[in-house]
């Protein structure tokens, strides 16, 4: 069975009304809670990663809250019913809707325009708590619209991206670009496609289960209803960056607990980041590194727990992860502050300089054998950027990748003969060094 075919039964079977058709239960009565902000995020500086500045959020009191049933191409049915936010920006609204139904809430008012997705999970009666809108919430709102429109076939399948994956890689300065111009709706809903497509693309040549890749995208959406509700719930800004930082955690946690090896994962999120970057749709330089900052952020997440994962089955001593443990928080706190490729770029050289000194005394390498061995991987390295250069799908990203890790371990296993934990080095230099 196909990976589209496998994905569509997952998502009908968690009950998601996103493909237009009924989602099985009764229309009722179901109360929307949340609140109207002009904040641009959440979260706060060196926080969970998806924002770069402090949240303040401003209450705006008087919005009108509407409410629209998101169908499976992107066109939005309007519901009955309609209230004004309070002096805190709160509000609560009564709709008709089906447990499994994507609605988006809209507030206006005067030049004022904000909105959030909500996954009705509830039956008649019950509450549905939704995120504070904010620029963030109605980039990803306004950008999974998109997404649904630009589909050719109404039918959500693991080539689009979903509202979790919309949700993983939007932050604050995406949003900000989006408001700017930099970037534009349209752009980034390809774009995140793209990375969708890649992923899924990956899954389907390395041989993985689609079924695998199903039940991820599954449990990353129950990650991402959890996310609405934490940041309903949360009072300050760090609540807020904890709540981002669980999500992150749970959306790459899904790929684990549906089959796949933390080694594949992070073969999985690198190759979605090599699409972030090469097939980004347009818009400016400033629009180009916020969305690559967040893809190399998701991408760091797994690696480093591949990496380490790798060194922990081999038994080395805790003074060497306690190291490698470092490396990781260093580069997560260099990454978070990068505002360039550049800084990016030295972040990540950083992290491998340290993890191949691990390696080589792991190894009992020298510094010369440790630096002949990584020169034995040019050949590989090199096909992989040409490969890149005239990639113009998401499905040519992931071969160019696939064919990089098969190169690279195999010049390392070949090169390390006779040495017991050559395995080791295979796995972790290429993983260190897909371009």
Sequence with gaps: MKVAQLFGIALFALGLGLMGCDSGGDVATVRLEGRVTDAQGYGETGGAGKQGVAAVQAAIEGAVVTAARLQGNGTLQPLEGQVQSDATGAFALNVAARSGDLLMLRAEKGSFRSAVLVYVHVGSGGTVRAMPMTAESKAEAEVYVTVR??????????GDASPALVAAYITSSVAAELQAGGLTTAQLAT????IARAEAAFVSRAGASAQALAQARQRQ?????????ALHTATSAQAESNAIASFE???????????????????LLQTARLAATRLVAGGSQTARIALRKQAEILSALATTAAVEAA??????????????VQA?????ASLR????TTAMEQARAQYIATVEAALAATLGLSSQAMANLKASLSAAKNALQTALSLASSATAVAEASLAFYSSAESTISNSLQGNARAGLAATVLALLHLG
């Design 311 to 324: 060194f922990r089955a081999e038994g080395v001593a805790q003074s060497r992860m306690d190291s490698l």
């Design 337 to 340: 502050a990068a505002s360039s």
């Design 149 to 158: 429109n630009q589909d050719d076939n109404g039918q959500e399948d693991a």
């Design 249 to 267: 955690a749970a959306f790459l946690e899904a790929y684990t607990e549906a089959g796949l090896s933390a080694e594949a994962r992070a073969k």
């Design 221 to 229: 959406l129950s990650a991402w209803a959890a996310l609405q509700a």
């Design 191 to 194: 774009t995140l496609q793209q």
């Design 328 to 332: 990781r928080a260093d580069w997560f």
